[in-house]
């Protein structure tokens, strides 16, 4: 008798063998001499590597600073503390570099509301500042790209690539002033998902009525590129590629880009490729520069993994967490009250999954 799989366990099995085709087709086209791989890892200044995870640090620090500050903004007193903002934010990034999708985005707002009184929909406000905090990322990505066409070598398959990712954001940034400026409560008990991501968005939104906040948001923001930016310089030096800063801001525009959608954790092999590729008209060898985009994927998330996995200890929450986000339909919104004895959706849903999973 021939055993046949569960519809949605076939399903999950086909979502997981494209992508991994799709890396297996990036390797084989543009294999690297593994050989050459592996020596340039024998050359490697480990002070430099020190140096540009420093600076990741600085990143990750400024970056939590501008969530803060937006955070202080759509919520009001009593605002958690720096501290729990940045435990939360660490947490994210490692969701984001070890598992696929965007996990690490609800994942953060998991941790923080943790630390919120119940109910309020404080759920559905986090997610809104998490989209606003990445809203403000397109002023610096905007300047960085404008940087890097004017000032780089840049490779004609990478000018499409650039132009829409200028696009998007810029769509993402439009459509956050407007919604900030006709912020409204609808009937929320007939939302349906895609609207309810709406409203929770809107929810996370009033830095875009407080100007100063804003510009204050948007600053920490571009501090934390400029410090990213630097540790890409920085690890380029660590691998022994002597290139300006300009083609440092190459390889993160690009290697910002291959990571926008993870199809598979970290999207190892498509980064790489992304970071190799521009600099072959720098006369930097394709192996040299996979090795370069190893090494720098590993600067990356070094700060993000270790901090992430001290502060998921710390908060009690085990790894099975974070593959148990709650999806739209089970966000509270601001208005929405449970049943009597019934906890607060989107808040404890998450501590419950970590509960049982320790």
Same mark, same amino acid.
């Given at each position: ?31 690297? #001499?593994?050989? @050459? %791989?592996?020596?340039?890892?024998? !050359?490697?200044?480990?002070? +430099?590597? $020190?140096?540009?995870? =420093? ?86 990505? #905007?300047?960085? @790209? %404008?940087?890097?066409?004017?000032? !780089?070598?840049?490779?004609? +398959?990478? $000018?499409?690539?650039? =132009? ?195």
């Amino acid at each position: 008798m021939r055993l046949a799989l569960p519809r949605r366990r076939r399903t999950r099995l086909a979502l997981l063998a494209a992508p991994l085709a799709l890396l297996a087709v990036v390797v084989w086209w543009r294999r690297p #001499s593994w050989g @050459v %791989v592996a020596d340039a890892f024998t !050359a490697v200044s480990w002070d +430099w590597v $020190l140096f540009a995870i =420093a600076l990741n640090l600085l990143s990750v620090l400024a970056r939590a600073v501008a969530w803060q500050t937006v955070i202080r903004q759509a919520m009001p007193p009593p605002h958690p503390g720096f501290r729990s903002i940045f435990a939360a934010f660490s947490v994210g990034l490692f969701a984001n570099a070890v598992l696929p999708g965007r996990i690490g985005e609800l994942a953060r707002v998991a941790v923080l509301s943790r630390r919120l009184p119940r109910g309020g929909g404080a759920w559905a406000t986090l997610v809104g500042t998490v989209f606003a905090h990445r809203v403000f990322d397109v002023v610096a990505v #905007s300047l960085l @790209v %404008v940087y890097v066409i004017v000032e !780089a070598r840049v490779p004609a +398959w990478a $000018l499409t690539s650039l =132009a829409g990712l200028v696009a998007c954001g810029i769509a993402a940034l439009a459509f956050g002033i407007a919604s900030a400026r006709l912020h409204h409560r609808p009937v929320l008990g007939e939302l349906g998902a895609v609207r309810r991501v709406v409203t929770m968005a809107r929810h996370g939104l009033a830095v875009m009525r407080a100007p100063a906040a804003a510009a204050g948001a948007v600053a920490m923001q571009c501090a934390g590129w400029a410090c990213q930016l630097f540790a890409v310089y920085a690890a380029m030096r660590a691998f022994n590629i002597d290139e300006p800063l300009v083609a440092a801001g190459l390889v993160l525009v690009l290697m910002n880009v291959a990571t926008i959608f993870p199809l598979w954790p970290g999207n190892i092999g498509l980064l790489q490729a992304a970071v190799a590729l521009p600099l072959v008209p720098y006369g930097i060898d394709y192996a040299h520069g996979f090795a370069f985009g190893i090494g720098l994927q590993a600067i990356e998330a070094s700060v993000g993994v270790g901090f992430g996995l001290l502060f998921l200890a710390r908060e009690g929450l085990s790894f099975a967490m974070l593959k148990h986000m709650p999806d739209a339909a089970q966000a509270e919104l601001p208005g929405d009250s449970p049943a009597a004895g019934e906890p607060a959706r989107g808040v404890d849903a998450p501590a419950r999954v970590g509960a049982s999973g320790r």
